[in-house]
Each structure stands twice: as structure tokens, then as C-alpha cells.
């Protein structure tokens, strides 16, 4: 049993009008119906951006393919002690979904299991920013990176509970004398869906990751954000363990957004499970001090 993919994502900002600015004009995502509801695709939303003071992840939304998947999720969670909410008609109407489960993480991050979302295919994505098309589908949204004050508790709850399944490690070595393994998982042919920082951060969230098809889309979204001003965080560069092709960006509520194109995917048959020592083979060199 595993979750099959990233659904969406929520978060709390301070200016909200500065995110939409951020989503549309630099991200290229396209409003939805819904005020702050963004989408990548053909799923009614797959961003959700609300007023609050947090300018962090609120809650994250993982999919599974139907009502069974979902039960086998609940079974798994309230047998490990998990308290779990079904969702209430009005959630579940404010979410799109035909069904869905909530509880928190290891740190106290929103968690939401559904299926059943929304699609709008009758209203084909269409970008403002004029990019083509994300890389979604069964692979879901993209990608979170989560900072955790409990390591071994978090790598559970993904791993054991949700069924998440690690792809790699990499050391980092932030200075001569910390360091730590940061661990990816995947859940679907996408590297990795989720990936887990052991260290304090001020945000719960370091970045998201969106995938477009083409190289020429990773540059066209660097030269939008420099127009408009919003902060480079790390050049351009390949990662060495998804071989992914992107840049940095500060969002208005101070967290990054990974842009990003060419990664490998997983095939579970034959993937071994590996570590490295370096985040990145060339570039993403690091522009500004990082604000998490």
C-alpha cells in the first residue's frame, strides 16, 4: 500500500497579492475558479493560497487511487496510534474531492489523504506565463521538502504509514563541522515525491518543486523571474542524485520553489537504493543567504 502521488498543496501567506503575482506572472500557474486556487493542469487546483500569518506550508494532500486505497490508508494509520479525521461535507466540497482522511505528522504538518478530485477538462490549462504544460499526471504535483525535528519519527510515518519509499541519501556538509543525510522518497516514477531535512529550520517547508517537459521552459521561467525582480536563490545547476536541471526562487512568503526539468525516474524493479555526497554535479550555486 502507498500513496500514489502529491496532490496539492496549501499554504498561509502574508500577501497574498504578491503570491498571486509570484504564481501566474513567474511560476506560470493558472487561476482557478476558487480565489487563491491555482492549477497546473487539468485538476480544478493544485495550489492553494490563503491570508495567514505562517508564510508556510499549511497542509499537503496526497492521492490514492480510490475509496479501498483510501480505507487501507485509514487501517494503517489508526493501528499506528495516528489520530485521523474523515472529512466533513464541507472540507471535502472546499477540497473538490469525492473523499478524503486528515491528520498531522510527526511535526504537526496537516496531512490530508483523498481521491476523487476535480477535473476541469472541459477548461484546458492555459498558462498566462505561456508555459506549455507541467510534468504531472501520475506523478503527481512535484515535490516538498520538509525540515523535521525527529528524524527517525517522520521517516516512519512516510515510510511505514504512508508507504513511501526511499530513493537516496545525500551528505550534506553545510560547514566543516555539521552535517547531515538528507533522505528522498518516492511513491510514483518521480525521484522523489517527498524529501526529509533532520535538521531546525524556521519554516517547515525549504522548497516545492514544479517539472516542465523542456529546457527552453526552465530558461524562459529564470528570465521571467529576474524581470520581475524575485530572488535567485540558486543558479542554474544539475542535482547528482535525479539528474534534475533547475533553478531556485524565493517565493514572497520567503520559502523557494524549485523550477526544474529532465529528472529520472524510478522503475521499483530494478532501482537500487544509493548515497552521495554532493547535492549538485555543476551549478546551483547559492546567490542569496538562504531565509530558512
Known sequence: MSVASLGYLGFQVKDTAAWDAFATGVLGLMRGEAPGRYRL????????VDAGEADDLAFAGFEVAGPSELAEVH????????????GDPELLAERGVLGLISCRDPDGLAVEVFYGPTRRTEAPFASPAGVGAFVTGEQGLGHVVLATKNMPAARSF????????????IRMQPTPAF?????????????????LIPAPMPKRLHHFMVQVPTLDAVGF???????????ITSSLGRHTN????????????????????????????TWRVSRHDKPSSWGHKRLIPATN
Open 179 to 195: 552535517g547531515f543525510d538528507m533522505e528522498f522518497f518516492h511513491c510514483n516514477p518521480r525521484h522523489h515525491t517527498l524529501a
Open 221 to 231: 521561467a529564470l528570465e521571467r523571474a529576474t524581470a520581475a525582480g524575485a530572488p
Open 41 to 48: 493542469d487539468d485538476l480544478a487546483w493544485r495550489i492553494a
Open 158 to 169: 512516510y515510510q511505514d504509514l504512508l508507504g513511501f519509499r526511499l530513493s537516496d541519501i
Open 75 to 86: 487501517a494503517k494509520l489508526t493501528g499506528a496510534g495516528v489520530a485521523v479525521g474523515n
Open 242 to 269: 535525479d539528474h534534475m536541471v533547475s533553478f531556485y526562487v524565493g517565493s514572497p512568503a520567503g520559502f523557494e520553489v524549485e523550477f526544474g526539468q529532465g529528472a529520472l525516474e524510478v522503475d521499483d524493479a
